[in-house]
C-alpha cells in the first residue's frame, strides 16, 4: 500500500524549505528518480503525523441524535451516565470509534491510543469492536487499545478476568483507573494491573485524577511497580491531576523520580482541572504526551480531536504565548506522544516511515495559533487527504 | 438601510419552529403583507447577534506578517511589547479594527465594545482609528470605544487630560486599569476616572487583574463610589480575576454587593486566569458578560473572536458540561453582554431590534458544543451574511 513520493518545497517543522523523498514508506535522504510522483507543498510547514495519545473511541457520539447532558457533577455521575447511555443508546464501539477516526484524520491524526471500556456488563464487546475498526483501518490509522476498566476493577468482580479476555481478543495495552477513589484499594488495584502486564508483556496506561496527596501517594505506588518490574518506558500516567496542585518540592520529588523511571504523563490541558507543569516536567526530562479524551459524548459535548488544536490548548492552559511555547506544545503532540505511545521511527528524518502532514503556516507557532485546515495526509508515501479532502478510497464508514 | 424580511422555518433560542417577521428595523407580531422578502431557515436556530463585550480592535495583528512573539512572562513586559509594537509595527489601528470586525461578522457579532488604548506616545490616534471604523460600519456592526490607559494612567502624567480629549472625540466609555498594581495609587486612580465619567455622563469600564485580597480591596472602592456617584448600571468591572481566588464566605459579600449596585462582571474564561464563580455570579444577580479579549496580537497569538466559541470556553473553564449549563453560557454572551454594555431593545421579541444569526444546530448546547460556522447573519432586516458567506456591499477592508 506505499507509493514512492516527492514532497517538493516543504517546511520539515518550520524550517527551511526543501524536498522531502519517501521510498518504500520511509523517508530516504537518496536522490529519486525521475518520473517518481511528486506534490508541491507550496511552501507549506511538515509536521509528522499527529499522535492522538489518549481518547476514548468507543464513546463518541458523533453521527448520532443530540444527547441532552442531564449529568451530575461526580465522576462517579458521569460514569453511571456513560454506562446507562451504552445500554440505552446502543452506542456501537465498532462504528462510532470509525466515524471519530474519520473526523480527525484530515487533521493528520495518525495514530491514536483508545481506552477501551471493559466491564461486567458489556464484558469485551467495545475491544471487540475497536478490534474491527483497527483493521478497517491498518497502514492508514494505526491504533492502540487499553483494556480500560472505566466502571472499576476490584469493585466490579469479574473484570480483572475480562480484562486478561480482552488482551488476548486484541487489546494492547492494560488500563486502569483510580486505585483509591473509584477503586477503593490502590496496592491491590495497582498489583493486579501490574502483574496482568508483567504476565502478557503490554504497557500500563491508568487514569490517575486523584488529588493532591492521595493521587501522590499512588503515583508512588506505580513509581515503585515500575522500578520493580523493570518496566521503564512502558508505563503511562494519564492526567496525573495532582502534579499540578502539590507544592514545588514535593512536586519536584515526584518529578524526577517519574523521570529516572521513564514514566510517560499525558496531559489534556482541560481547563477546569488542574494545569500540570508542562515546562518542569520536560525540562526533567519527562516523555509528556497528549491526548483529546472524549470527543462529543456523554462524558463532555465538544472536541474536534485536532491535535494541533490541543497544542494550543495545552499552551493555553499552561498561561503560554511565545513562539517556543507554542513549539514545545508541538512536540507534545508529535514525537511526545510518539515516545508515550512507544512509536518506532517517528519523525522527519531519513529512515522514520513515511507520514506528515502539511499545514499552511509562516511559523510553526501560527500553526498552533491559527491551527488551518485544508491540510493535507501523507501515510507511507500515500496521500489519504488533500487540501482538507478525504482521498476516495479510503474505508467505507456507515 | 433596513428592508422588511420573514424568516422562516426558524427556532428562536432553540425553541419550537415559527416565523419570524421584522419591520422597519424591528420584530413585529404583525402578519407579513404578501410580497415581503423571505428566507428559509430550515429548521436552523436563531441568536440574537452575538455580543462581543470586551476586546482590543486597536491591537489585532489579523492579516499582517507573522508577530514573533518573545515577549517575558509579566504583565508588564506585555505592555512593554505591545508599545514597542505598536512604534515599530506601525500598527494602522483604523485599518486592523476593520479587519477584526470583518473576522467576527460572519460568526453573528454585531454589537462590540472595544477598549482603545490612550498612552503619551499615540495620545487618541488609535481612538480617532476606531471612529473612523465605527463610522464606516454604522448601522452594521456597533462600535462601542472605551478610551483605555493600558500604560498606565497617574503613572504617565498627560494621561488623564488625553483621556478626556479622547472622549470630545467621540470615545463613548471611561476605561480604567488595575488602580494598585499598574497605576500604584488605587484611590487617586478611581477617584480621578469616576470625575471623569460623571463629568461627561459616561459608562466606566475598569480592566481589574489585581489579585486576592488586594483585588477585593479595589473593588470594594469600585462598588463605593459606584454607590456615591449613583452610576448603578453603568459600571463594568472586567476580569475581576479576585472573585476566583477569594474564599466563599468573603466571594459571596463582595457578589452581593456587585449585585446591589448593579455593576457588571465581564470575563473572558481564560484557561490560564482564575475562573470567576459564572453560576454564582448570575444566581446572585450580577450580570456577566464575555469576551474575546485580544486576538492575534502581541499579547495572545490566537483567538477567532466567535463568542458561541466563547460561551464553549466558558462553559469549559467552569467545568460544565451539562446541556442547562452551555444554555446559561450562550445567555452569556447574548443577553448578558447586551445587559452589560448597555443595549436597549435587544433580543427575539416583537419590539427589539431586528438583529439575529441563524446556526445550524440541534439544540442550543450542541450550537455552544459544536460550533457550526456557514451561519446567517441578518441586522435590521438586512442579510450580511449568508452560509457563512459575506455579502458583496459590506465596507470595502485593505
Keep these: ?71 451530575g457533577p461526580t465522576r462517579n455521575d458521569r460514569i453511571l451516565a456513560d454506562r446507562r447511555a451504552k445500554r440505552e443508546l446502543g452506542i456501537d464501539a465498532r462504528r462510532q470509534s470509525a466515524r471519530q477516526i474519520m473526523q480527525t484524520l484530515p487533521f493528520g491524526v495518525t495514530h491514536i491510543r483508545t481506552h477501551v471500556d471493559v466491564d461486567t456488563e458489556i464484558g469485551i464487546a467495545n475491544v471487540q469492536g475497536l478490534v474491527a475498526t483497527r483493521a478497517a483501518f491498518a497502514g492508514l490509522v494505526d491504533v492502540q487499545i487499553v483494556a480500560f476498566p472505566q466502571s472499576g476493577m476490584l469493585v466490579r468482580p469479574g473484570t480483572l478476568a475480562l480484562m486478561e479476555e480482552a488482551l488476548k481478543a486484541g487489546a494492547d495495552i492494560v488500563g486502569g483507573i483510580d486505585p483509591a477513589s473509584i477503586d477503593r484499594d490502590p496496592v491491590r488495584h495497582l498489583d493486579a494491573i501490574f502483574a496482568l502486564a508483567d504476565r502478557h508483556s503490554k504497557p500500563i496506561d491508568i487514569h490517575l485524577h486523584e488529588p493532591g496527596e492521595l493521587g501522590a501517594f499512588c503515583l508512588e505506588l506505580i513509581i515503585e511497580r515500575t522500578r520493580a518490574l523493570g518496566l521503564q518506558g512502558r508505563v503511562m500516567a494519564s492526567h496525573a491531576y495532582c502534579l499540578g496542585t502539590l507544592d514545588a518540592k514535593r512536586q519536584g520529588t515526584l518529578i524526577d523520580a517519574l523521570a529516572t523511571e521513564n514514566i510517560a504523563v ?108 485544508e491540510r493535507t495526509v501523507i501515510r507511507g508515501g500515500r496521500i489519504l487527504v488533500r487540501n482538507g479532502q478525504l482521498s476516495e478510497d479510503l474505508p467505507h464508514v456507515d
Tied chains: 1, 2.
Design 266 to 373: 499525558m496531559t489534556v490541558g482541560s481547563p477546569s482541572a488542574p494545569a500540570l507543569p508542562l515546562k518542569l516536567l520536560r525540562q526533567s526530562g519527562v516523555i509528556v504526551a497528549s491526548g483529546s479524551d472524549g470527543i462529543q459524548g456523554t462524558w463532555e459535548p465538544w472536541g474536534s480531536g485536532d491535535m494541533l488544536e490541543r497544542a494550543k490548548f495545552l499552551a493555553q492552559r499552561n498561561g503560554m504565548t511565545a513562539d517556543a511555547d507554542l513549539e514545545a506544545a508541538v512536540e507534545v503532540c508529535t514525537f511526545g506522544g510518539a515516545s508515550g505511545i512507544e512509536l518506532h521511527d517517528y519523525g522527519l528524518a531519513p529512515g522514520c516511515h513515511g507520514d506528515l502532514v502539511l499545514v499552511a503556516a509562516q511559523t510553526l507557532a501560527e500553526a498552533v495559533a491559527l491551527t488551518p485546515h
Design 1 to 71: 500500500m506505499t507509493t514512492d513520493l516527492i514532497i517538493r518545497n516543504v517546511r520539515p517543522l518550520g524550517g527551511a524549505p526543501t524536498d522531502l523523498f519517501i521510498r518504500d514508506g520511509r523517508f530516504v535522504e537518496a536522490a529519486a528518480p525521475k518520473g517518481t510522483d511528486a506534490i508541491d507543498a507550496g511552501g507549506q510547514i511538515a509536521l509528522p503525523g499527529l499522535v492522538e495519545a489518549h481518547t476514548h473511541l468507543d464513546k463518541t457520539l458523533i453521527g448520532t441524535d443530540w444527547y441532552r447532558n442531564e449529568v
